[in-house]
């Protein structure tokens, strides 16, 4: 068993590597299929942000992976973006 002080250390080892997953552009989202994402991993896994699965083993073992997170960093940074002013002429 885990001690706190593991869990959250391989947390924010699995946020780091969801980062760089994003940061190199391994994180598409599919088309028409709202909170679903397709991210380029050792393979290519489905993610659905709406009920936190993700195709791959780590997920299938029950963990937060990777792919879930730079899923969810995606989306939160797409609803951040500032939308464009529009002024009157």
Do not use: F, W
Request: proline letters at 4%; glycine letters at 6%.
């Amino acid at each position: 068993m885990h001690n706190r002080r593991e869990r959250i250390e391989e947390m924010l080892d699995r946020l780091e590597r969801a980062e760089a997953y994003l940061e190199a552009g391994r994180v598409h989202r599919v088309e028409g299929l709202p909170q679903t994402y397709v991210v380029e991993g050792t393979a290519l896994y489905l993610v659905n942000t709406g009920d936190g699965e993700c195709t791959c083993p780590d997920a299938e073992k029950g963990h937060a992976c990777k792919h879930l997170l730079a899923s969810i960093l995606l989306e939160r940074s797409e609803q951040k973006v500032p939308k464009p002013l529009r002024m009157a002429v």
